[in-house]
């Protein structure tokens, strides 16, 4: 498996001995979990959105971008979920991590000081170069989309 260098950094050092740095729970996890830097709890109400602090920020390298995505016991367990996921955090963002959740239960979900509130992915970026043309080359599927091949 390919390693890249991700530099990491607390934004209070002194405020953050009891969380850890994002990691790999297994082996071979695609996914560092991340956890939330509050103070005390939050009950997060369902169909609400919240913003939590990580109290880290990153230095991403060059060609890489860092996608954050749900946790997947908690969006099936609790109906919890990254609302914009997956985001994206870009090379040149140098503030603070930060995960919005949305509650899509039927109950309030409390987030505790440290627990796992998402993942994060580091993954390659192509940017594209956009040609305009008059159109565009055929296919056999054409514009069909949005279940036109049935269920």
């Known amino acids: 498996m390919k390693q890249v ?11 953050s001995s009891d969380l850890h740095l994002p990691q790999y729970q297994t082996k071979l996890a695609a996914g560092m979990d991340v956890e939330a830097a509050i103070e005390g709890v939050y009950p ?5 959105i919240h913003l939590f602090p990580t109290g880290f920020c990153l230095a991403i390298p060059k060609g890489y971008e860092v996608q954050v995505r749900p946790r997947s016991g908690l969006a099936v ?4 979920t990254v609302i914009n996921s997956p985001g994206t955090i870009d090379t ?20 505790n000081r440290g627990d796992r509130i998402a993942q994060m992915i580091l993954a390659p970026v192509v ?25």
């Open 5 to 15: 260098k991700l530099t990491i950094s607390w934004l209070q050092p002194q405020k």
């Open 44 to 48: 997060l109400l369902p169909g609400e």
């Open 77 to 80: 367990k609790h109906g919890v």
């Open 92 to 111: 040149d963002y140098r503030g603070e991590v930060k995960v919005a959740l949305i509650n899509h239960g039927k109950s309030a979900f409390t987030v």
């Open 127 to 151: 940017q594209a170069q956009l040609e305009l043309q008059n159109e565009l080359d055929s296919t056999e599927r054409g514009s069909g989309g949005f279940g036109h091949t049935g269920i």
